[in-house]
């Protein structure tokens, strides 16, 4: 059982403000996994003046890309000889089962990677070549960090949640407060542990698990310049009004409600396989989750069939056994949420295929919900408008493709997609027609060197490569 009974402020494990140390309950049994100090406003103080003091006059911001990038590899590399603990403790707290909590580990070093080679190629400086020949005058453009970041990331993967926003903070030479949720006290605590023996500069991080209030107090810090969060978007709007009234940057990574279209073409059975990790990841609380699946009419019923066959053979239980697929929602309020949905979804006529809102036999005890697919389901009922962040999963019939697509782009959201069929270039010119951030085909993965965020309510600004790099940086141009 892990216990951090001090907090991560500015390089150094410091006595919290208040002593209580919050119980820390696995999902799966509701026992005690570990004990963690929480933050309060005095640490968040705390921890600003430590990351203002750095920023203005410590090395960190004045180092060379190249001093920035050298540093965190060791970061990095020490995190890679870590990764099964970090997993065996996201799954301990949070209830993500452990295929995917491992493979998330694994694929941060991708994900590190796709910004230091962003960085090496990064142009920090650059001289503009006169657009008038007679000029006497040249400009130099310059990519400066923003200052000090604050960091706020969500529960349901935090190490690629803290991963997406530290590194490409710090290697453009910001100082950063990471706020992390309280479910995620341990492993953000380890992760601490970790980027104390990288040895960064004193104030220029800090890790703080903290609850809301402290959260809403942290990004309205006068001396915070930059937001960065990932999460609901309730939480987003008022962090976006917060930032409005203070003039701060801020980018935001939002909530999605993406469709998976999968075209009359497709292979059906191999479609339905993809979708057992692009719609039902994490237990369902993801934000790219493809939660609504378009079908042709025609092949609707083969389509519901597979679905249906596919979320009955997972295993869902203990996350922490190696053959579990689905575990249980992170707090029982969550499962109550869920659970809620379910009921929604039966009261406005859609047709329960399979689950439903009971608790699975034998884990009454854990927050558990039966992965549920919904069938005949209309795009305007709220199981198909609003995000559950669970494993329940609706089919919706279409006509043809200009019906698909409508029905894709009918959403507040536009965080992901995914396009299925048999002829790829087809596939990407539906593709072009989702007004979504993200869009896969045929199964591809995510890759970390493209941006990556949302249209409409899921967030501003993008994350990953040289796009999510460049939000950390203000541009200066020097005339001479």
Known sequence: MHTYDRLFIGGTWTEPSKKDLLDIHSPHDQSVVGHAAQAHPADIDRAVAAARAAFDNGPWARTTPAERIALLRRFNELREAHDDTLAALI???????????????????????????????????????????????????????????????????????AYS?????????????LKASPENSLSMGYLAELLEQASLPEGVISVLPADRETSEYLVSH??????????????????????????KRVSLELGGKSAAIILPDADIAQAVQDLRFHSL???????????RILAPREKYEEV????????????????SAPDTFIGPMVRPDQQERVRNYIQL????????????PQIPEGLEKGNYVTPTVFAEVDNSMRIAQEEIFGPVLVVIAYDDE??????ANDSEYGLSGGVWSADEEHALAVARRVRTGTVTVNGAPVAFDGPFGGFKNSGIGREFGAV???????YKTITV
């Open 91 to 161: 799954t301990a707290e949070n209830g993500a089962a452990s295929w995917f909590t491992n493979a998330v580990q694994a694929g941060l070093t991708s994900h590190f990677n796709g910004y230091v080679t962003a960085a090496e190629n990064f142009d920090w400086e650059t001289t503009l070549v006169p657009s008038d020949p007679a000029s006497t005058f040249r400009s130099i453009v310059r990519r400066e960090a923003v200052g000090v970041v604050a960091a706020v990331i969500p529960w349901n993967a935090p190490t690629s949640s």
């Open 165 to 177: 926003k530290i590194i490409p903070a710090l290697l453009a030479g910001n100082s950063v407060i």
């Open 222 to 247: 006068k001396d915070v310049d930059k937001i960065a969060f990932t999460g609901s978007t309730r939480a987003g709007q008022t962090i976006a009004s917060i930032a409005g009234r203070q003039l």
């Open 281 to 291: 990841p994490n237990n369902g609380e993801a934000c790219l989750a493809l939660t």
């Open 304 to 319: 519901v069939s597979a679905v249906k066959e596919l979320v009955e053979s997972l295993k869902v239980g203990d996350p």
């Open 345 to 356: 979804g039966i009261e406005e006529g859609a047709r329960l295929v399979t689950g439903g």
């Open 402 to 407: 200009d019906d698909a697509v409508r029905i």
């Open 468 to 474: 999510g790099l460049g939000t950390y940086t203000e």
